[in-house]
């Protein structure tokens, strides 16, 4: 978690990685299962920027990764 700045907002390969890109994950999970914890509530819902702009606050990430703990 101290990767994470303490504010702001997160994509989604920022989360989950990206290793054509050398992202880390932050929680290890591929894009479907992400993405069905969304719709189940079991993640935080996602702000939509723009019409193909999906981010998370980093806020919600910090306190997912807190409870899960």
């Given at each position: 978690m101290n990767q994470l700045p303490e504010t702001g907002f997160l994509r989604l390969?920022?989360?989950?990685?990206?290793?054509?890109?050398?992202?880390?994950?932050?929680?290890?999970?591929?894009?479907?299962?992400?993405?069905?914890?969304?719709?189940?509530?079991k993640y935080p819902k996602p702000i939509?920027?723009?019409?193909?702009?999906?981010v998370w606050r980093v806020e919600d990430i910090r306190k997912l990764i807190a409870e899960a703990c």
């Open positions: 390969s920022q989360i989950i990685g990206d290793a054509k890109r050398g992202i880390p994950p932050i929680i290890p999970v591929c894009r479907a299962s992400f993405w069905y914890g969304v719709k189940s509530g939509k920027l723009g019409a193909r702009t999906t």
